[in-house]
């Protein structure tokens, strides 16, 4: 079975600009989440998604938004972008939506870079 | 406010010694917590997962404890391999009932390095 993937693995953007990332969780997997990791740090929590809901969000801006599909596959936006946005962006997929001591499945991430 | 620390931020050791990585907690309510191992570029892959009612559990040559006490874990690496270079990264889930969320508490990981 295909694991997570997201989509792209790299974008380049300048300051001001708008981004939209993708994700596809593992087939099953109706929890979707959004982590920022910017280099040498751990990854932040942005988002939860579960049956296309929003069950989490962490502390980041407005300009930062994400649903999730009828195939619970998901996106995340982030508009005005900033020079400090530059991070890999992972997504991590689950089959429930919590208190399951199941391992969340990260994908790869998109490297964000910001000119 | 939730914090997961660990130490050291980096180690260097020579392929086939042993190693152990810290990791100390603040978290509350505590759910599990986990160990992920991540490669240079790649996304965090699991290891171990732990509840409340465990001290140790093994995936191969890696060991993780858990002292709930003292909110601390370990992370022993056995006869290390160049492939276990990567960063390992501790994690703490706290869930509240109400509302049914699930919050992971990142550290900022341990950069292993092995040298043959």
């Known amino acids: 079975d295909a694991g997570v993937t997201q989509s792209p693995t790299h974008l380049i953007k300048t300051r001001g600009q708008q981004v939209t990332l993708r994700c596809s969780p593992i087939s099953g997997h109706k929890s979707v989440s959004w982590y920022q990791q910017v280099l040498g740090q751990g990854p932040q929590f942005i988002f939860q998604y579960y049956e296309k809901e929003e069950r989490g969000r962490g502390n980041f801006p407005d300009r930062f938004s994400a649903r999730q599909f009828p195939n619970y596959s998901s996106e995340l936006n982030v508009n005005a972008l900033l020079l400090g946005d530059s991070a890999l962006y992972l997504c991590a997929s689950s089959d429930v939506q919590g208190n399951s001591n199941q391992p969340q499945h990260f994908g790869d991430g998109t490297r964000l870079s910001i000119l | 406010k939730n914090q997961v620390e660990q130490s050291p931020q980096s180690l260097i050791i020579l392929e086939g010694k042993n190693c152990t990585l810290q990791?100390?907690?603040?978290?509350?309510?505590?759910?599990?917590l986990r160990w992920y191992k991540q490669d240079t570029g790649r996304g965090p892959v699991s290891l171990t997962i732990?509840?409340?009612?465990?001290n140790t559990k093994s995936n191969g040559r890696y060991t993780a404890t858990l002292d709930a006490d003292t909110k601390q874990s370990s992370l022993h690496i056995t006869a290390s391999q160049l492939s276990d270079s990567a960063s390992y990264i501790c994690v703490v889930s706290a869930y509240t009932s109400r509302g049914g969320n699930e919050k992971l508490t990142f550290g900022t990981g341990t950069r292993l390095t092995i040298i043959p």
């Open positions: 990791c100390n907690y603040t978290v509350s309510p505590f759910s599990n």
């Open positions: 732990m509840t409340f009612s465990e």
